[in-house]
């Protein structure tokens, strides 16, 4: 099997923000029981534990104030959906929706991050914590704010604070997007004289997502795997 290089190795340009994982964008999934920003009826989730991921520009070595929404709108209890979050230079949180702020109830985590790596972008991770019954992460809404003072999160959470944002993303919903733009894909592969490469492509139908190698919760086994059993009963049909 081959794992194709990452995407700035072929030529592809990628944008100032966007996703980049294989997660899924559900809209209006989320059911917030009081007033709030619209963004928090929108999620992105990460089925079958796969994380959620997300860069986005900055100067080198610069600092942020980053917030993230959350709304849990499937458990109704407790010790379900536990989830880790990590924003680059920042401590991560974990953190139990329904525990922390109940069902159907908004709420939002602060990290002071930064460019801890220099390469001019600040990414954050959303995962299922270890000890999660529910192992798909979800998440609503990201602001980055300027360093300096943290944002009030009520006034966040109540989207009173957007047009001070250096960048809202009501993820899972219209403004939301790819951290590569659509298009055509070349890469050039060296193979010694008579030699030979086995090539493993993955495709996904339209609204589909196909999965990335370095953060796929899929094994090479349980693809094969998935793969036969969907031909197999697509040909008992």
């Not at 009081?34 to 929108?42: G, I, L, S, T, Y």
């Not at 986005?56 to 849990?72: D, H, I, Q, T, W």
């Not at 004289?193 to 090539?199: H, I, M, Y």
Request: hydrophobic share 40%.
């Amino acid at each position: 099997m081959l794992t194709l290089p990452p995407r700035e190795e072929s030529g592809e340009k990628p944008r100032d923000w966007g996703h980049c994982d294989e997660a899924s964008s559900l809209p209006g999934w989320a059911k917030p029981a009081v007033p709030c920003d619209p963004a928090f009826r929108n999620i992105r989730a990460g089925m079958g534990g796969a994380p959620i991921i997300y860069r986005f520009a900055a100067r080198p070595k610069s600092k942020a104030n980053v917030v993230l929404g959350f709304c849990e709108s499937h458990w109704a209890e407790a010790g379900q959906r536990r989830l880790l979050c990590r924003v680059e230079g920042a401590l991560p949180q974990e953190v139990d929706p329904i525990a922390k702020w109940g069902r159907h109830k908004p709420g939002a985590l602060l990290f002071d991050a930064r460019d801890e790596d220099g390469d001019g972008r600040i990414g954050l991770t959303v995962r299922g914590a270890a000890n999660a019954k529910d192992k798909n992460p979800i998440l609503n809404a990201i602001w980055i704010f300027p360093a300096g003072p943290p944002p009030d999160l009520k006034q966040v959470i109540a989207g009173k604070l957007n047009a001070t944002a250096r960048r809202f993303v009501d993820v899972g919903g219209e403004n939301d997007q790819s951290l590569y733009p659509g298009g055509k894909l070349e890469y050039r592969l060296s193979l010694p004289a008579r030699g030979s490469q086995e090539l493993a492509f993955f495709a996904a139908c339209q609204g589909g997502v196909a999965p990335m190698p370095d953060a796929s919760a899929w094994t090479a086994e349980t693809l094969r795997r998935a793969a036969r059993e969907v031909w197999r009963d697509w040909q008992q049909r």
